[in-house]
């Protein structure tokens, strides 16, 4: 587990992360959202290293990072980092050799990782003959040569299409399934779909953290019920609000979800029950009600 503690960061008076702590656990994707300027970035670089923090410290395992252990991480920086003129396989032995690899290991797994992407072929072309997806790839092989043993990844979907996300999610599940990933996005809908633990940030702080599946037991939980003939008669029941009423269905919120089995009970009563379903929020709902 990776943990951040009280993490801290001014620039000039203005307080850009503001005590942020959180824990990015391994075997999980761990989304880092927030709206322009939240603060991620900067929390991304403190940990790196490549930022100092003004306070807080961040730990893997309960050890405070120090640079032998950050430089078995693999890191996306928002600025990426690699040279666009640079033919791409020796860029990335280079790197590979930076982070501990003999030139032969780094090159191996360096063509590993072009292989899956297809882009074996272009080994010796400059990374800027690329398309911007391609070149978002080597990215990505750039984090993973080394077998990290933590990933910390500024917006790595971004500008990638769906197969494209797909296949990258599944190389980072097969290769990195056992250390801790923080991703930052701005795409919901793949934060949606990826997260299994989530930290949302907002003005330098974090305002909702958890596993996925904790977050949404937690949030506003809605009921589909659907009633034959109509739905209607739900309108006048204590402790329930309506949302929304289509003929037999209905939308509904709970004042006291352990009312759930009486609403239902009621139904059964009154004729035929045809569905009675909890729907959690998603975490994109998540964050717009942390982030309000
Ligand atoms: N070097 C700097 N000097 C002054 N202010 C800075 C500096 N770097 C970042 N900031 C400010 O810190 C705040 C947080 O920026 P940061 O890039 O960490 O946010 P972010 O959540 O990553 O945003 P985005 O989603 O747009 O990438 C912003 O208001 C930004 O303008």
Redesign the pocket.
Known sequence: MLSVRGLTRR?GD?M?VDHVSFDIPAGMMTGFV?A???????TMRMIMGVLAAQEGESLLNGVPLDRDARSRFGYIP?ERGLYPEQPILDQLGYLGELHGLSRREATASASELLERFDLLDRAKAKLDSLSLGNQQRVQIAAALLHRPTALILDEPFSGLDPDAVDSMVDLLRERCSDIPILF?S?QLDLVDRLCDHLVV?QGGRVVAEGDAEDLREGGDILHRIVTVPDAGWLRGMPGVQVLDVDGASALIRLEDPSRAGTIAAQAVARGELTEFNRILPTLSEIFREATR
């Open positions: 620039y203005k850009v927030g322009n300027g939240a603060g991620k970035t900067t928002e930052s701005h940030l």
